[in-house]
């Protein structure tokens, strides 16, 4: 039976009258009469605060209930389900979410699941620890990192999430990509507010929306939720944003990898494809097949078992493969002897992949838009992959021209032979000031990287200056160390980055030596690599007849072509080792 604010009450009323009863006929406690009936109402009000709230283990996830929502704890640790009135608002079928988990070069494992009261269930490990506390309509949790590096705490919202209220009171469509610290997140007429977060972005895996909560090193952090029925104020601004479009479950449904695809290899013969995704539960295995032309050797060809993962049908696993490409991959689900469903990517490729940061220069502000020749150089947006044909998707700024990264994919294939992919995430007209971690371009930037994954690219190329000119070289050297640092750390491990030395403003001011000296500083201290000298692309390298500032299409090719030379110069001592 459930103990209801009735029962409650009526209880109360009862021990109340039972307590002054006894009391009167005792003489000596008539003066704590008022104490012991205050002390034993709040007594009985701590009954019924947690009477709402039941927790049960069956058989081996911890199921919550409460009269506003149901939780489920796995025996991971992770809580996997949030179902408020009604309405699921977590997602643990995409990738390797598990609705809420810890992220350190990996996901994190808690397995230590123990219920310590009525109402909070403790997960842990040496690494991470997790107290979910259950109220009747909220449920407050407390992460922790045991660890001496960052330690990152995912929420990976459902998919039918579609709209939420930003910190500044704005209505707008998810899934995106900000700094919010709280928001309420809307599904059909229910709302989950979630507080105490770092930030949120997204899309991840197609049109998941991601709550991120970074945690330093030993430092711990409180989230609170709250459920509660949507508003008829927040039904009718919902009602008129615009429709997503509608989505249609598949058989199989293949996460990974996407067309135009570029993995990171590992060594200058080998690295691996991951394939992910669900197929619906009618089948009893499934295999997977690359095929295509290795860097070096042949390609086996033939089908591998891939793992099928749980009672949701998930499957995550990587595949040791050669570098080259295009590869084709080919999924197929079987029943008995037979295929029940396929799906297969015709172009994937195992190379180099870089992530663009900083400026115009760095972004699509070229006086013409360049292509790709080698038909073997793709871009990232962040949600697709495409064919590396400017404008250049996933750029902060949105700019539309020219730019250099076509020029520096071809070099970067001629010379290497596999597939290159790159990651542009600049915005034009920017200081360092504006990318430091507590604004805007900082966590876009960070977003591409943590998409990208663990080593799943080489280096970062950043191309920024024009705008610092009036910085003195010591300021600037600390405020760009900052943003390498700090992007080192939040992604929990040491990927490289090269600094161009650029300082041009036009034919009259062609460098600026305080700028010039603290790009050269980051070199000098190895806190960055080398990148190119873009100051001395003058003359017709420059649009407006020389006159400009950005570059024209003859200077959008010497500048990827010198990018190439530098990187080549550290790539070949890496894949030599």
Known sequence: MTYTKRHFFMDLVYAVNL???????????????????????????????????????????????????????????????????????????????????????????????????????????????????????SSDWTVSNHTNSQLIFFIILNKQVRSARNPTGNIVKVPATADWKNADWYHDKSKLSISGISR??????????????????????????????????????????????????????????????????????????????????????????????????????????????????????????????????????LKGGSSAAEASVDRVGVGEVFVGAGQSNSTNSGQEKIQQTSGMVSAFSGSDWQIANDPQPGVHDRSGGGSFWPAFGDAMYAKYHVPIGVAVTGHGGTSVNQWQADGELFPWMMTRIRQLGYKGFRAVLWHQGESDTGMTTEEYAKKLTQIIRGSQDEASWQFPWFIAQVSYHSPEETIHASTRDAQKTLWDTKVALEGPDTDILTGDNRDYAGKGIHFSPKGLRAHGEMWAEKVGKYLDIVLAK
């Open 19 to 137: 307590l002054e009863e006894k009391l009167l006929h005792m003489e000596k406690f008539k003066r704590d009469i008022p104490k012991l009936i205050i002390t034993a109402a709040l007594l009985l009000y701590a009954c019924y605060a947690s009477a709402d709230v039941t927790i049960s283990l069956e058989p081996t996830s911890y199921q919550v209930k409460t009269p506003s929502y149901t939780a489920e704890v796995a025996p991971n640790g992770s809580l996997t389900s949030f179902i408020a009135n009604g309405e699921e608002f977590l997602e643990s079928k995409v990738s390797i979410s598990r609705g809420s988990y810890f992220y350190q070069n990996g996901v994190v494992e808690i397995p230590k699941v123990e219920k310590i009261d009525d109402q909070t269930i403790k997960a842990s490990s040496d690494k991470a620890e997790v107290k979910y506390h259950f109220g009747e309509s």
């Open 200 to 333: 949120i972005w997204g899309p991840w895996e197609g049109d998941s929306q991601v709550v991120e909560v970074d945690l330093v090193p030993n430092e711990s952090k409180a989230i609170a939720l709250t459920t509660a029925a949507m508003s008829t104020a927040e039904l009718a601004a919902i009602a008129a944003l615009p429709l997503p479009k509608a989505s249609v479950e598949q058989p199989l449904t293949l996460l990974s990898p996407k067309n135009y695809q570029v993995f990171q290899r590992r060594t200058r013969t080998e690295g691996f494809i991951q394939i992910s995704g669900r197929i619906l539960p009618q089948a009893t295995r499934l295999e997977a097949r690359i095929t295509g032309s290795p860097l070096q050797g042949n390609l086996n060809g033939s089908w591998q078992n891939i793992p099928i993962i749980g009672p949701d049908q998930e499957f995550n696993a990587e595949l040791k493969t050669p570098a080259g490409g295009w590869y084709k991959v080919e999924v197929r689900a």
